[in-house]
């Protein structure tokens, strides 16, 4: 039996679903009720800020999924290990973020980097995921596209390998599942690099209809930032999006040597999800 948290989010779902594919027992877990159907599961509220609420949640389980809100800054990750250890959990696979490798003295990653750490210590079978900028991102952008058909974006010419929340479930489905992953990190990101008026333009084309872009400031954008991120976590992001390291431009292969399969492209998330766009 697998316990998954985080289990309502774009990866959450798609590992809910991998693992119930497979033949799996999920508990899926979330703060909040799920709004809508996890076929193949049974739901259950609990909250990483408190960790004893996890403790009829575990108990029984073979392996935890991690996923924290954020940087994880407000959880107590010992305590949380601690209840999961007791439960009799064998493996713990974390998705952390590639950041926490590749800008080891950023401030705005230091919580995953010290959620890292207990993880390994924690005596457990441990993965560690650390996927780069998340396709789904591109949601943020939904309303504007249907509504004005118009994309406002910092460093528009800036290209980073997206990765596609669907393939970090299922790279994360396949540590759960075979301890052959445990002591491993795995940095995923899509197959190619893509700046954000290359993504305007294939949302255009997808709808046959022209989306403009407009090239926001950095000072425009950390303020927008600023509604849903504590100010460390929005500069760490801008600096990545702005200047990113060559690790950060690299597409990494981790996909493909986990699931026997390229990782999927921005076409094909797109295509999934044209309907929020449209």
């Known amino acids: 039996m697998y316990v998954v948290t985080g289990a309502t989010g774009n990866v959450g779902r798609s590992l809910v ?5 497979a033949g799996a027992e999920v508990r899926a877990v979330s703060r909040t009720d799920p709004g809508r159907e996890l076929p193949g599961a049974r739901h259950h509220r609990a909250d990483l800020a408190d960790p004893v ?11 935890f999924f991690l996923l924290v809100a954020g940087a994880g800054a407000h959880l107590d990750g010992p ?21 926490a490798g590749t800008r080891p003295d950023a401030a705005s990653h230091a919580p995953l980097r010290a959620l890292e750490r207990t993880v390994r210590d924690s005596g457990l079978g441990w993965t560690v995921l650390r996927p780069g900028g998340f396709m789904s991102n591109t949601f943020a952008w939904a309303e504007p596209v249907r509504v004005r058909r118009a994309v406002a974006a910092p460093f528009g010419d800036v290209g980073l390998p997206l990765v596609d929340p669907a393939d970090i479930a299922a790279v994360a489905a396949v540590a759960l599942r075979d301890p052959a992953h445990a002591g491993r990190v795995y940095e995923l990101t899509g197959p190619e690099p893509s700046t954000p008026r290359q993504r305007a333009a294939r949302i255009a084309a997808a709808l046959g209809e022209p989306v403009r872009f407009t090239e926001q400031t950095r000072a425009q954008a950390r303020e927008q930032l600023l509604g849903f ?11 990545i999006i702005g200047t990113p390291t060559p690790a950060e431009e690299r597409v990494s292969p981790d996909v493909a040597r986990v699931l026997g399969r390229p990782a999927g492209g921005f076409d094909g998330w797109l295509e999934r999800n044209l309907a929020a766009f449209r």
């Not at 679903?17 to 594919?21: N, V």
């Open 17 to 21: 679903a991998a693992l119930a594919a």
């Open 229 to 239: 991120m504590p100010a460390p976590v929005a500069d760490g992001t801008l600096d």
């Open 79 to 99: 305590a949380i290990l601690d209840v999961v250890r007791a439960g009799g959990v064998r493996r713990v696979v974390l998705l952390s973020s590639q950041a």
């Open 53 to 63: 609420s996890l403790r009829p949640v575990v108990a029984g389980a073979e392996a």
